[in-house]
């Protein structure tokens, strides 16, 4: 890593890097912003070259994991070319093809009225559930609540308008330490391969053994025991037949006594609606979901962040340990 001769981003540069894993852009753009370009980009390259596209990112930078055909000076190509009026219409292909889109599309239909909660949802697919509010309001506060939730589109849009202007530059340039801090995580160095390879093994290990209770949020009538690896890949409620179960820790399990009773205060209906989150994640991504929701820490939303990475594999994995990462170094200062 040529760490004294590498260029420094800034407000009026952006620089870019190859890596073994793929190629970093170093830009300053916040959070947010580099989320949603992150995205554009993700799928504009998925679609020209037809490979999966990983993203990782945070306020300074995003680690694209590429094949390694695909290099610093084809994403350099892909963003001098980047129209921002096409932008939102892109951001919103993408984020149609996430579990987190479609789980928020179910929370805004049942704010909506348009879904009702006690549904038999095994009987709508999700496929259907798209199809349904295709171009309807539900849809798009669908897209508004997380275009300003998770993303600044327009700050994103404006950086490359600036790039077309030449207000920003865009350098190419070796692998550097600032590149190299999107591949760490706080103080934590990068481990090698084997090192990898043996944490990523006792991570699955350790999810598949785990405790987890199933329990039916169609009847919720029936709950049951196992541990993830038994697991089967889509779980049926015995009862009632229904798919919409949810993966609970046990220590939520007496949380599922809350959704039977027929008057419910303000807190057990908050309970209730992540009761059925959960249910649903379950029901689009199977025992995926259930082995995310297995992982310390990781709760709904953030097994929808997991998923929405559509990774297998080591790469999943890899997900998941950032989830519990980031959960290990912030629940101290939540209150």
Known sequence: MEKNRSLVPTDELITLENTEDGVVVNSCAGHKANEALGRVI??????RYGTVVG???????????????????DVRDLLLEL??????GILRLALKRTALFKWKLVQIAKKFGAIDPDADY??????????????????KEAYRELLSEYMDIDTAAAIVQLVRDKKIAIALGPHSLIGAGGLLSSRDQIPPP????????TLKKRLLGDDVILACMNCRNWKSRTVVERVADHPTCPKCGARLVAALKPYEEEQYAIVGKAKKNAEERAVEQRLMRNANIVLSSGKKAIITLAARGVGPENASRVLATLTDGDAFYREILKAERTFIQTHRYWV
Do not use: N
Request: charged share 25%.
């Open 83 to 88: 129209d921002p009026a096409t932008m939102p």
């Open 194 to 201: 084997t090192a990898d390879g043996a944490v990523l093994a």
């Open 122 to 139: 095994e009987k709508i697919s999700i496929q259907r559930l798209l199809e349904f509010f295709d171009d309807t309001v539900v849809q």
């Open 55 to 73: 993203l990782e990112l945070d306020a300074y930078r995003m680690l694209l994991r590429l094949p390694s055909s695909i290099r610093a000076a």
């Open 42 to 47: 993700s799928i504009l390259i998925s679609a």
